[in-house]
């Protein structure tokens, strides 16, 4: 197990969980209402000492409320909750924490002016402090998770999966008896998935209970004892034998007959209709031109190294590549918030090399950003107000904003889009993650005269049913001759969705395939550097 000095103890993965483990943790009839929205209703469940218990359910379905009410962010009104048999209600997060339950958010909770280590030990310690032995001591624990870290770096300037692993890090070393992830892997690469795997099971066979929330199906047939599926804030299954029961488990997550047990099978299973291309004198225009980007970062690294590439108009061209390999930083150069180095680009024939976010917009570009909190939402402000943050003097007249046709607008957007909200002018922070997702596509999409759009990471932490909607509105988007570039850690989708696909490798194109899922070997051996025996391959 974890201890309070951060060593891990070894266990056999895999191993079952005994039959009559002791309940750690228990919920009975747990309620939760945000006014007069019930999040939860009537919730019965338990988490045993041993066992990995996963949550699954689509977006807005409670999940993550199920886990504040654990961690004492929110208090239930109503129900019961208990720990080793004796009542439980947490003030707050730090109580929850003296009682050893530990939690990783899905949003981030770290100081991005503080360094990794600070971020780390910030609350933990007290009086002088040794910075150098604890950095060992930390780098030394997340290496043995396969989850590296760099102690003195600046959060602020990690990438979003570095910033994820600094997350995880600080959880585990809290030496917890309950372990609550929600969404642990959506920025996670595929090797510090099937180690963050392998430590949830260490964890449970150390006698301590672990909850996950996912939506990734091969997750769970692969680490959890049992599941518990939630749909609009209640419990519709359980299962003690999710691998046999995948199928059954998705069908009552999405309420849809014959559902598939993966994303990507539900992509490519024909659940998305066949694309209809635009005229040919459309198709063969240029939307997006990179013409030898480069970027050069403070440190002297080169991020980007002669990218040149063209997407047409109506064309689909998916950014295949492990993260940290220039994906960030392209994104970040073509919504305006870093000027490269070298090179121009191009959105249709206007160039917008060094061009404000807000000129880029106007010109007919559409921006979902990899981070939508960092950079794609304001969190405090309602949501009608983030779905025109883009377009705010459309509804302004005099100085002030006509409150009743930016609300109609709003609410045309959410029925159309499937964001799933108590109203236009609840705050977004008060959506799921998934329905925030959306409602930044539903922005994007509908910027004025939309010739090019910027997907990066557009699925992440959706559910199976979100991601089918999110590429079913990109897929219309490009039918009406709009250009787009998707960038994805999920090869399965962008074989699915995209009509070709490029690679990165450490700042620059190593290759190019057609989305067939024939090239699926070539472009991960791409993807890992091999360009030569890829080449041969071919």
């Known amino acids: 197990m974890i201890t309070q000095e951060g060593v891990v103890t070894t266990a056999t ?82 109580d929850a924490l003296t009682r050893h339950i530990a939690m990783v958010h899905q949003h981030f ?70 372990l609550i992830l929600d969404e642990p892997t959506a920025v996670l690469l595929p090797d510090e998935i099937q180690s963050l795997l392998r430590v949830c099971r260490q964890v449970a066979e150390s006698g301590c209970g672990v909850v996950m929330v996912t939506h990734k199906l091969a997750e769970i047939e692969q680490v959890a004892d049992r599941v518990t599926v939630l749909r609009g804030g209640r419990i519709v299954r359980q299962s003690d034998r999710p691998s046999e029961e995948m199928n059954a488990l998705v069908q009552a997550m999405i309420q849809r007959p014959g559902a598939e047990s993966d994303v990507s099978a539900v992509l490519g299973a024909g659940s998305l209709r066949p694309r209809n291309r635009p005229p040919p004198e459309i198709a063969q225009q240029e939307a997006m031109q990179l013409d030898d980007i480069a970027l050069v970062d403070g440190l002297g690294v080169r991020r980007l190294d002669g990218v040149t590439l063209s997407v047409q108009r109506g064309e689909i061209v998916g950014i295949a590549g492990v993260e940290g390999n220039g994906q960030s930083e392209l994104g970040a150069i073509l919504a305006g918030l870093e000027s490269p180095t070298g090179g121009r680009w191009f959105a249709g024939e206007r160039e917008l090399t060094s061009a404000s976010p807000r000129l880029i917009t106007r010109s007919g570009v559409g921006i979902v950003p990899e981070d939508r909190h960092r950079v794609g939402a304001i969190d405090r402000l309602s949501v009608a107000d983030n779905l025109f943050l883009n377009r705010m003097h459309e509804f302004s007249r005099f100085g002030l904003i006509d409150r009743k046709r930016q609300r109609a607008a709003a609410e045309a957007a959410i029925a159309r889009f499937d964001v799933r909200t108590q109203g236009s002018q609840v705050t977004f922070a008060s959506l799921s993650g998934g329905n925030q997702q959306k409602a ?22 959706l559910d199976i049913g979100a991601i089918e909607a999110v590429y079913e509105a990109i897929r219309e988007a490009a039918d009406r001759g709009v250009g787009v570039l998707l960038i994805s850690s999920e ?48």
Do not use: W
């Not at 747990?30 to 939860?40: D, E, N, P, Q």
């Open 13 to 94: 993965p895999g191993t079952p969980v005994a039959s009559q483990a002791p309940v750690l943790f228990e919920m009975e009839k747990i309620g939760k209402k945000f006014g007069a929205f019930a999040a939860l209703e009537g919730v019965d469940v338990s988490f045993r000492a041993g066992e990995v218990h996963c949550l699954l359910g689509e977006n807005g379905a409670g999940k993550s409320t199920l886990c504040n009410l654990i961690f004492g962010v929110h208090q239930p009104t109503a129900g019961e909750m208990r720990l080793d048999g004796a009542p439980y209600r947490a003030t707050g997060p730090r």
């Open 491 to 538: 090869l399965d989708e962008l074989i699915a969705v995209a009509d070709r696909i490029v690679v990165f490798y450490r700042g620059r194109i190593v290759g190019e395939r057609p989305a067939n899922p024939e090239h699926r070997d070539t472009i991960g051996a791409l993807m890992s550097g091999g360009t030569r025996q890829s080449e041969n391959a071919q």
């Open 440 to 461: 930044v596509l539903a922005r994007e999409l509908t910027t004025p005269d939309l010739k090019f759009l910027l997907a990066a990471q557009p699925t992440r932490g």
């Open 109 to 178: 909770s770290l100081i991005n002016e503080l360094s990794v280590i600070d971020n780390l030990l910030l609350g933990q310690r007290f009086g002088r402090l040794d910075r150098k032995a604890q950095a060992e001591k930390i780098a030394a624990l997340a290496s043995g998770y396969g989850l590296e870290l760099s102690p003195f770096a600046l959060v602020g300037e990690l990438s979003v999966g570095q910033r994820q692993r600094v997350e995880i890090v600080k959880c585990l070393m809290q030496a917890p008896r309950l």
